[in-house]
């Protein structure tokens, strides 16, 4: 029963963490893709769109290689720590989120442009505003993308190394399990990260159904 707690706190524990380092990724993408003019947004934006669907393996890879010890970053020391999982999971998440919150500004700065430049607003001094209006939206995306950070496998399991304690989280624990054989343990923790995901997600619905 210790391990099985272990792997649900770990696992909130850097889904929320990667979750609040993509959504200051995400919403400042979203805003400069939104409210700015360069050569190359409509490429940015059509690159961010599609990244919303990752390969998580690949992912999982690409960080492997960069936090190995030889790699890059291999002098950091990130290779199969919950700190490498909370870099993966962010990854996949940042696109998502930014994509949600860019259509949001991007909708609202098209509404409302005229009155807020009848008021001296520039686009840089109408972020805020816009981040206000589209609070719902923005609350939206990323409950998306914190859904996508709690429920990944693949990134998780090639960087952290599903290590007993240490970065074994509910699904690699599940994986695990699963080939083990322990379909009591597998089912607890898959009931477990059910529960918590139709949770986020009655709240995503929530938050969206209702108008400003």
Not at 55 to 70: D, N, Q
Not at 88 to 99: D, E
Not at 127 to 148: D, H, K, V, W
């Amino acid at each position: 029963m210790g391990s099985l707690w272990e792997a649900v706190s770990l696992s909130l524990w850097v889904s929320l963490s990667a979750t609040l380092i993509a959504a200051m990724l995400g919403i400042t993408l979203a805003a400069t893709l939104a409210l700015s003019e360069f050569r190359l947004r409509r490429a940015c934006v059509l690159a961010v769109n599609a990244m919303m669907g990752l390969p998580p393996v690949v992912i999982g890879l690409c960080l492997y290689l960069l936090l190995s010890h030889s790699g890059p970053l291999g002098w950091l020391g990130l290779l199969f720590t919950p700190m490498a999982m909370v870099l993966a999971q962010a990854v996949l998440a940042t696109p998502i989120i930014a994509a949600l919150v860019h259509r949001a500004l991007e909708q609202r700065w098209a509404e409302f442009s005229g009155p807020l430049r009848v008021f001296g607003a520039t686009r840089l001094r109408a972020i805020p505003t816009l981040l206000a209006m589209s609070r719902r939206a923005i609350a939206t995306a990323i409950l998306a993308g914190f859904g996508r950070c709690l429920s990944e496998v693949g990134a998780v399991l090639i960087v952290g190394g599903n290590i007993a304690g240490h970065t074994r989280s509910m699904t690699t624990s599940i994986v695990l399990d699963t080939s083990m054989g322990d379909f009591t343990s597998a089912l607890a923790l898959g009931f477990i990260l059910i529960g918590i995901s139709l949770a986020v997600s009655a709240v995503g619905i929530s938050l969206g159904g209702h108008r400003l």
